[in-house]
């Protein structure tokens, strides 16, 4: 089934598509710590009025701390309305997300955070069936909470994005997952690709990780996104799944990843090259994973941070002469 198809189907997904999105909706805004609430706030405040949602994901959302580095995304009307140089809101609206970092305290309790920067109209097209970047939909299929919006609408607009993100995600699995099996397989299947095809740290092991850890969540929502996704599908009693696609469609879609495969991990260098030149709080970052893993707590300039390509290899330099690093 094409990106089209698949598009068609999420509209005519009628009362089990609203099943998908009540799940979803609920997940969106449980409750937080107040900390995490306000950092999103302050975060939403920088954008001066034209951030549309704060989404909060990742291993702190997971596993309820608010110890290491938090991680947001900031949903934006335009990407230029952040404040900083054009060159990065530029490079923005061309390989979305910016990345920023900030320290900050909130009620006694110091916080970090990492947070990425991206339009409303990107974050859509991301999530879509037809993305050829793989990583917005694969990320926003997994629990993420909604822990700040501008208003109703906003919050409703952000909900079904995420719903679209674990439709897609759901469509992939049924074609690159197996002929039957229950539906963590189907999940285990679809984070091995996503992994695959992107430049990680991560063991390979990872995907199956995230679905243990959340297995009732990921077989709840597995029939419930096909049904909105409108891909027909048998079950048994004892909980085994099987999409009905003929070998020529899962042939297409082997062809669709590969084009995806091959695309992932060159995106992701280009990222990586995009922030060496806007990755706002880069020289900070540095500075906490080095403390983090070495114990060592570098004291940096005005001129260090401002200027962190130029900083970079003296302080490269330095980490050496402290045999932290090299």
């Known amino acids: 089934m094409g990106a089209a198809a698949w598009a068609a189907a999420v509209v005519a997904g009628g009362v089990n598509a609203e099943s998908l999105r009540s799940i979803l909706a609920e997940e969106l805004q449980r409750k937080l710590p107040s900390a995490v609430t306000t950092l999103a706030a302050q975060l939403a405040e920088r954008?001066?009025?034209?951030?549309?949602?704060?989404?909060?994901?990742?291993?702190?959302?997971?596993?309820?701390?608010?110890?290491?580095?938090?991680?947001?995304?900031v949903l934006l009307d335009r990407v230029?309305?952040?404040?900083?140089?054009?060159?990065?809101?530029?490079?923005?609206r061309l390989l979305p997300p910016?990345?920023?970092?900030?320290?900050?305290?909130?009620?006694?309790?110091?916080?970090?955070?990492?947070?990425?920067?991206i339009s409303v109209a990107q974050f859509r097209r991301g999530v879509s069936p037809a993305a050829l970047d793989t990583t917005l939909w694969a990320r926003f299929s997994q629990p993420c909470c909604c822990v700040w919006a501008r208003s109703d609408a906003d919050r409703e607009a952000a909900t079904d994005a995420v719903r679209q993100a674990v439709v897609t995600a759901a469509g992939w699995a049924a074609e690159l997952g197996p002929a039957h099996g229950d539906a963590l397989a189907y999940w285990r299947a679809l984070f091995a690709h996503t992994y695959a095809a992107e430049l990680r740290v991560e063991k390979s092991a990872r995907g199956d990780d995230l679905v243990a850890r959340d297995a009732e969540r990921y077989a709840r929502l597995?029939?419930?996104?096909?049904?909105?996704?409108?891909?027909?599908?048998?079950?048994?009693?004892?909980?085994?799944?099987?999409?009905?696609?003929?070998?020529?469609?899962?042939?297409?879609?082997?062809?669709?990843?590969?084009?995806?495969?091959?695309?992932?991990?060159?995106?992701?260098?280009?990222?990586?090259?995009?922030?060496?030149?806007?990755?706002?709080?880069?020289?900070?970052?540095?500075?906490?994973?080095?403390?983090r893993h070495s114990g060592v707590r570098l004291v940096l300039t005005?001129?260090?941070?401002r200027h962190p390509l130029l900083a970079a290899p003296g302080l490269y330099r330095r980490l050496r002469k402290l045999k932290v690093w090299g």
């Open 302 to 305: 005005d001129w260090q941070r």
């Open 222 to 291: 597995l029939p419930e996104a096909w049904h909105a996704a409108g891909i027909a599908f048998e079950s048994t009693a004892q909980g085994q799944l099987a999409p009905r696609l003929s070998a020529s469609a899962r042939a297409a879609a082997a062809r669709r990843w590969a084009v995806r495969r091959r695309l992932g991990k060159p995106l992701n260098i280009a990222r990586l090259l995009k922030a060496a030149f806007t990755f706002d709080g880069a020289m900070d970052y540095v500075r906490w994973k080095v403390e």
């Open 98 to 117: 910016n990345v920023g970092y900030i320290e900050t305290t909130i009620d006694g309790q110091p916080l970090r955070a990492k947070y990425a920067l």
């Open 47 to 73: 954008a001066h009025g034209a951030a549309s949602a704060v989404l909060f994901y990742g291993s702190n959302l997971r596993d309820a701390r608010l110890d290491g580095v938090l991680d947001f995304y």
């Open 80 to 92: 230029g309305a952040w404040p900083g140089p054009r060159l990065a809101a530029l490079a923005n």
